[in-house]
């Protein structure tokens, strides 16, 4: 079993950043792929962010490339989303989520690839 949370959402305005982080339990951290996905009222969840295992892969969602950063701790059990140069279509729920398979190469960039996922924590960008 693996449980996250989330936390350093909150309001800023357009152009400004923030950085999330989602702190894991469980020995099968270091082992699997980490994500970002989000959520905004009355839309699907969709893609934000991932990295593999060991951090030497990493995949964005269009939409964010240049602006967000993803990053992992291992020896923290803990993934960051550095996000900057915020803008209002930015604003959604971000929830984190753990892989299922282990060592793999590739950062998972679909909801099907994850099997744990956070409580969510909500983004608003005012401009």
């Known amino acids: 079993q693996v449980q996250l949370v989330e936390s350093g959402g909150g309001l800023v305005q357009a152009g400004g950043s923030l950085r999330l982080s989602c702190a894991a339990s469980?020995?099968?951290?270091?082992?699997?792929?980490m994500g970002w996905f989000r959520q905004a009222p009355e839309k699907e969840r969709e893609f934000v962010a991932a990295?593999?295992?060991?951090?030497?892969?990493?995949a964005y969602a269009d939409s964010v490339k240049g602006r967000f950063t993803i990053s992992r701790d291992n020896a923290k059990n803990t993934v960051y989303l550095q996000m900057n140069s915020l803008k209002p279509e930015d604003t959604a729920a971000y929830y984190c989520?753990?892989?299922?398979?282990?060592?793999?190469?590739?950062?998972?960039?679909?909801?099907?690839?994850?099997?744990?996922w956070g409580q969510g924590t909500q983004v608003t960008v005012s401009s």
């Open positions: 989520a753990a892989g299922w398979r282990y060592y793999s190469r590739d950062a998972k960039k679909t909801t099907d690839d994850y099997s744990y």
């Open positions: 469980g020995r099968t951290f270091s082992s699997v792929s």
């Open positions: 990295i593999n295992y060991s951090g030497g892969s990493t």
